[in-house]
């Protein structure tokens, strides 16, 4: 079963969170017992040197440790001077209460059976933490009992020698405690159960922070998915609230607010390609139809006797013919260069010379229609590898635009130059000029600038500057329009001498 965003975002998180808690929660408990039982090893060796030199002060007046064997009292005497706790009182003074059933006068009990002969007690009471009393044990210098228990023999133990002038007159050992008791439990336990809880507790704010977040990221997300499928349906004008306007739910995400807006300007560009495309059916439509209708009409009158097929008639229906035979070859160009495959083929050549040669072809033409054609050519050869047949149709195109467009008497002025490993040709024309609200649509097919630019009986197809700008993609160059210093248009073009190397270089990321 595939989860939504959502819910993978909340186990994202909250995964990360738990694995977060349980590392440092057990390294904590580690550190906390591990510094606890270093902290209660290092007390007890305080108590145990404390403790020795007790023992050596009182060994100093009997080094034979006589006092200590079997003596009880001695040992509980020793315990509380350790301790720091007051003496205890003597059965038989003032203080003391009354001897106990089997003590003797002095307070004394009788010593256990077998310790006469100096063996060890019975085994041991279980030890209470942190009573060392409980884990010590004395043995004299040939390794018998003195006072003390003996513990359990995997239990880690301290052996300390006890000195008098130099000479080891006993031994002290004193056993680890096998698991803390008492206020040290009560301690470490407490401790333990602070890091529970607020391990838990963190989990379960990472729980409803995960499921906020993920909440939070995902309701643009599914905005964006309901829309782009009724995108992917066809239904126009779908808009997403943009983050930050009246109504809109921020994501909290700088990409996801992004995409959002990228979305919606998606859809104005789908818009924009729809109504093109509407457009160019019905540009297309009109500009078929016209050729059509006249070729129509003239076989009509042709078959009615109307008229007779005479030459003059057969050229007009030859025109009509080449002009529908243009349109179609510029219709198929455009179109073969919007998929990417407007077919060229390089060679070495001239770029000065032939650009002047196809410039002067117009000459004629300029002057028949009352305008001045100035060239301007490079003042040294220039070597490109160019389709020079598809550059005849560029300039072509671009003189015709001039010369279709410019009022009489006027002025058309070309000239090119080189410009490190690029040629810069420019073409500028007279009044009337095209407003600069339209100047970024001229390349557009089938778009016409209105009447103002037109001469009388001049009208193009609206396809000769988009075919322009294809065949300089083709040559990885640019193109550009301007208004020009005689009134009217500037087209400046840059093609690079040498553009099939540019298709070789590797792309720039």
């Known amino acids: 079963m595939r989860l939504r965003i959502a819910h993978q975002l909340s186990l994202l998180l909250t995964a990360a969170v738990v694995l977060a808690v349980l590392a440092v929660g057990g390294v904590s408990l580690w550190n906390l017992r591990s510094g606890f039982g270093d902290y209660l090893r290092l007390r007890d060796e305080e108590q145990l040197a404390r403790f020795v030199q007790l023992l050596q002060r009182r060994s ?37 209460p009354p001897a106990e059933p089997g003590q003797n006068p002095q307070g004394r009990r009788p010593p256990p059976p077998g310790m006469e002969a100096g063996r060890p007690p019975p085994p041991p009471r279980p030890a209470v933490s942190g009573n060392i009393a409980e884990r010590v044990l004395v043995l004299d210098a040939q390794g018998y009992w003195l006072a003390g228990r003996r513990q359990p023999p995997h239990l880690a133990r301290t052996v300390r020698a006890v000195q008098v002038n130099g000479v080891d007159v006993a031994f002290v050992e004193l ?8 206020m040290d439990a009560h301690f470490l336990q407490r401790q333990t159960t602070g890091m529970l809880l607020t391990g838990l507790g963190t989990i379960a704010l990472a729980l409803l922070a995960a499921w906020w977040v993920s909440g939070h990221w995902s309701r643009p997300l599914r905005q964006l998915q309901l829309a782009t499928h009724r995108i992917a349906l066809g239904e126009q ?26 979305v919606n300007a998606m859809v104005v560009a789908l818009a924009k390609l729809e109504d093109s495309r509407r457009h160019w059916i019905a540009q297309i439509s009109h500009e078929l139809r016209t050729p059509l209708a006249v070729l129509r009409g003239e076989m009509e009158s042709i078959e009615d006797g109307a008229r007779q097929p005479t030459p003059a008639v057969m050229a007009s229906l030859r025109e009509e013919v080449a002009q529908l035979t243009r349109l179609v070859d510029d219709l198929h160009t455009l179109a073969v260069a919007d998929l990417g495959q407007l077919p060229c083929h390089f060679a070495a050549g001239d770029a000065n010379a032939s650009l002047a040669r196809m410039a002067r072809r117009f000459e004629t ?19 490109a590898q160019w389709d020079f047949g598809r550059i005849e149709q560029l300039l072509s195109n671009l003189l015709e635009n001039s010369l279709r467009y410019t009022h009489a008497p006027g002025q058309v002025h070309v000239h090119w130059r080189s410009l490190d490993d690029a040629l810069e040709l420019t073409v500028a024309d007279s009044a009337p000029g095209v407003p600069a609200a339209q100047l970024g649509q001229l390349f557009d097919p089938l778009f016409r600038v209105d009447s103002a630019r037109t001469r009388t009986g001049q009208h193009g197809s609206g396809l000769g500057l988009s075919i322009v700008r294809a065949i300089v993609e083709a040559h990885h160059g640019t193109v550009t329009a301007s208004a020009s210093r005689l009134g009217g248009l500037t087209i400046q073009i840059s093609l690079p001498l040498q553009p099939q190397s540019l298709e070789r270089r590797p792309r720039q990321s």
């Open 237 to 262: 004008g779908v808009r997403i609230a943009v983050p930050g306007t009246p109504g809109a739910s921020r994501s909290g995400s700088l990409e996801i607010d992004e995409l959002v807006t990228d």
């Open 175 to 182: 056993s680890a405690e096998p698991e803390p008791e008492g």
């Open 365 to 383: 033409r300029a002057a028949q229609l009352g305008l001045s054609l100035s060239i301007q050519p490079g003042a040294r050869a220039m070597l």
């Open 60 to 96: 100093a007046a009997d080094p034979s440790m006589n006092w200590l064997r079997g003596n009880r009292d001695v040992q509980r005497d020793l315990m509380d001077e350790l301790m720091g706790r007051p003496p205890r009182p003597r059965p038989g003074t003032p203080e003391a």
